[in-house]
């Protein structure tokens, strides 16, 4: 089965830098890769998507990237804020079949 | 976006009592429910998929008959903790899907399960 491998799982920057997380997938008929932000005790909320047919999406201030050759697929967060805080999943899944598997998520903690 | 609402927020339960959560898609017919697992600082890990009308699909390691889920109509599902015990205990979310050409899952709240 699908396997999604998550780095870092920690990342610390200050308010205005930028964060990357990274994501590698292992099945190759996965083609549908969504972001998540989990604030503490909360849902997990889509932040951005992406399938497997673009290899790049911005939305404001976040862009994903997929590589499909290499299985991997980032997230990039520019001008971070300090509500940028919280805990990133990646996710993939094959649009066919509807479940997603997460990585193991990333904490991101941006100091003012 | 589409709202999924999960019930209870949280729940504390003694040990060898079952506890029925329930998750609704309330603006849309959801044709799929995943149910996940989340312990304290870990990520989501799938437990079941269910479809209208038929039986759940347990992951690999999930107990079928501890975890009963039931998906009834199209706006329902429940997740049946049965002779719960203290490692049950976790946080417990589902998501749905809409049609087949609806690739976004949306999550309900979330269940802070404990067992005494």
């Known amino acids: 089965g699908e396997n999604v491998e998550q780095h870092p799982s920690t990342l610390s920057v200050q308010e205005g830098d930028s964060a990357v997380i990274k994501c590698t997938y292992s099945d190759s008929a996965s083609n549908y890769f969504p972001w998540y932000k989990q604030e503490l005790g909360k849902r997990p909320q889509l932040i951005i998507d992406?399938?497997?047919?673009?290899g790049e999406k911005k939305d404001q201030r976040i862009a994903v990237t997929l590589n499909k050759t290499a299985k991997h697929f980032s997230l990039h967060i520019t001008e971070t804020q300090p509500e940028d805080s919280a805990v990133y999943f990646c996710a993939a899944s094959m649009v066919s079949f509807q479940k997603l598997v997460f990585g193991t998520g990333t904490r991101l903690l941006v100091s003012p | 976006g589409a709202v999924v609402s999960q019930h209870p927020s949280w729940v504390i339960c003694k040990s060898g009592t079952s506890v029925k959560i329930e998750c609704r898609s309330l603006?849309?017919?959801?044709?799929?429910m995943f149910w996940y697992r989340q312990f304290p600082k870990q990520s989501l890990m799938l437990m079941a998929t269910?479809?209208?009308?038929?039986?759940?699909?347990?992951e690999q390691g999930v107990e079928k008959d501890k975890f009963l889920i039931n998906h009834a109509s199209l706006t329902l599902s429940t997740l049946t903790v049965t002779s719960a015990h203290p490692e049950d205990s976790s946080f417990y979310i589902c998501s749905a899907k809409g049609g087949s050409g609806n690739t976004e899952a949306f999550f309900g709240q979330g269940t802070r399960l404990t067992v005494v």
């Open positions: 269910s479809n209208e009308g038929s039986k759940a699909t347990y």
């Open positions: 992406i399938r497997s047919n673009v």
């Open positions: 603006d849309f017919q959801a044709t799929t």
